[in-house]
């Protein structure tokens, strides 16, 4: 079984930082992700990366140039830098896990989710 442990979340002012991480534990995943859910909407990807770091995907400009998405292999870490962080971004941010090695943004290809972790951007 897979574990998935997210922590960062936190309230932030707009225009401020944030580093979420999700350590994994128990078997052997691959790809990673990202992905938040809005109030009253649905999840949406925010990022993803592949087991090597190698390749990433950030899910349209609203995150592209603001949030970067890394992984640590020798931690078992994967981490969400946010900057410039805006009310917009406030949503309950999740971290995923894949056994597939190539890059992939669809949430039915992620086989296990964290808890989750809040983040809310006040204004």
């Known amino acids: 079984q897979v574990q998935l442990i997210e922590s960062g979340g936190e309230v932030v002012q707009a225009g401020g930082s944030l580093r979420l991480s999700c350590v994994v534990s128990g078997r052997t995943v691959y790809g990673m992700g990202w992905f938040r859910q809005a109030p009253g909407k649905e999840r949406e990807v925010v990022a993803t990366?592949?087991?090597?770091?190698?390749?990433?995907?950030y899910a349209d400009s609203s995150v592209k140039g603001r949030f970067t998405i890394s992984r640590d292999n020798a931690k078992n870490t994967v981490y969400l830098q946010m900057n410039s962080l805006e009310p917009e971004d406030t949503a309950l941010y999740y971290c995923a896990a894949t056994r597939l090695y190539r890059l992939t943004s669809r949430a039915t290809e992620y086989t296990y989710w964290g808890q989750g972790t809040q983040v809310t951007v006040s204004s």
């Open positions: 990366i592949t087991q090597s770091g190698g390749s990433t995907y």
